[in-house]
């Protein structure tokens, strides 16, 4: 399962990353029955639908980036795209103790180094200096709404850097002008492609951060919710 997913994704297969990547499966099917992590249990799906999902990410991020997945959840994309990726400096972020307490020790069990896992909430560190306009890359998976996840994510990000929001099929890009405007982001491609072997049409939304966060992003959860940009 392992190395037909590293293949559809086109990711060089190693004896290391083959090795790591099936510790991280059987840690996290382990886990999952006691904490629920993940819907998907099966092999033959964790494979295509979380492994390899966030493998076809890879060749969009350079080499040696800082990257922070917003909404990490049981490390996807961020944990599998470290295990292909030991050059990246990787921050696991999710709202969830549960979440990040499985991450931590996914981490240490693999062994890897330049990786973390914070728990807390994107808009809260986006306030924060040590995390704001800080990260090369932000990059995200089935967490919200585009113009939320914006709001959310880009603050993140410094100028010059990159998020990537893993969407499905729906193009959510037109109600996004407004989201993008106001937090100094700039639409730069949508990637649409099919999931190898899948019927799961898949996109990614790549937009570039061109200046520092304005000060009033983001706002606390509650007013983004009541008046979404
Ligand atoms: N990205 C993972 C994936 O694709 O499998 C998890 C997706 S899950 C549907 C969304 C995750 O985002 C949850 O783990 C949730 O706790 C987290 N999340 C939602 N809002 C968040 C926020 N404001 N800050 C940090 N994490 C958040």
């Avoid at 290391?16 to 990547?21: A, F, G, H, P």
Wanted: proline fraction near 6%.
């Amino acid at each position: 399962m392992v190395v037909k997913a590293l293949e559809r994704a086109c990711v060089e297969v190693s004896p290391e990353i083959v090795r790591r990547t099936i510790l991280f499966v059987d840690y996290l099917k382990k886990v999952n029955e006691t904490v629920n992590l993940t819907a998907i249990t099966d092999d033959e799906t964790i494979g295509t639908r979380h492994l390899q999902d966030s493998w076809m990410l890879h060749p969009y991020i350079p080499e040696r980036s800082t990257m922070i997945d917003v909404g990490s959840g049981a490390g996807f994309p961020g944990l599998a795209l470290k295990i292909i990726r030991p050059d990246l400096d990787v921050t696991l972020l999710d709202s969830v103790r549960k979440k990040t307490d499985f991450l931590e020790s996914a981490i240490a069990l693999l062994d890897l180094r330049h990786a973390r896992a914070i728990h807390g909430r994107a808009e809260e560190l986006g306030r924060d200096y040590s995390y704001r306009d800080h990260f090369d890359i932000a990059v995200a998976r089935a967490v919200t709404a585009l113009p939320t996840l914006l709001e959310l994510a880009l603050p993140l990000v410094k100028p010059g850097g990159l998020l990537i929001a893993m969407k499905g099929r729906d193009d959510e890009t037109p109600e996004s002008v407004r989201a993008l405007e106001q937090l100094k982001g700039r639409l730069e491609e949508v990637v649409s492609y099919e999931l190898p072997d899948t019927d799961h049409a898949r996109s990614f939304v790549i937009v570039r951060k061109l200046l520092p966060t304005p000060s009033r992003y983001p706002r606390r959860m509650a007013a983004i919710k009541k008046n979404p940009l």
